[in-house]
């Protein structure tokens, strides 16, 4: 499980997060989904420390993220994060690009089925 509370942060004066609470159960599929600058890379950066919140904690399978040091460098081998905008390949749908998947989509254990991508096109 990834729980998230009390998360913020801030640039100078520009506040990218502000009391951010967020619980994704293990196996569960979340999705981060918002406008340009409203602070979805730096919610995930902040996630394996790649940036260091100003408050709040993040605990991960019941721990507090490691600050620093051999277990923080091990989290990191264990949680991937795409960057935006880079390695996607144009021809393929986001989910064939970044999973490496061949699939057409995700089913989900209740039937439910994943198959979109921004635009409405499946992949």
């Avoid at 986001?94 to 994943?114: E, K, L, M």
Wanted: hydrophobic content about 40%.
């Amino acid at each position: 499980m990834i729980e998230v509370r009390g998360l913020s942060k801030r640039y100078g004066e520009l506040v990218a997060l502000s009391g951010i609470d967020l619980q994704v159960a293990a196996g569960e599929l979340a999705v981060v989904l918002g406008p340009s600058g409203a602070g979805k890379s730096t919610l995930l950066r902040c996630l394996n420390r790649l940036t260091i919140p100003d408050a709040g904690e993040v605990m991960i399978g019941g721990q507090p993220v490691p600050s620093d040091g051999a277990r923080l460098r091990a989290l990191r081998r264990e949680v991937a994060m795409i960057f935006q905008d880079h390695n996607l390949v144009p021809r393929l749908s986001v989910w064939r690009s970044s999973s490496g998947q061949r699939s057409t989509g995700v089913r989900f254990a209740n039937g439910a089925r994943a198959c979109g991508e921004v635009g409405g096109h499946a992949p």
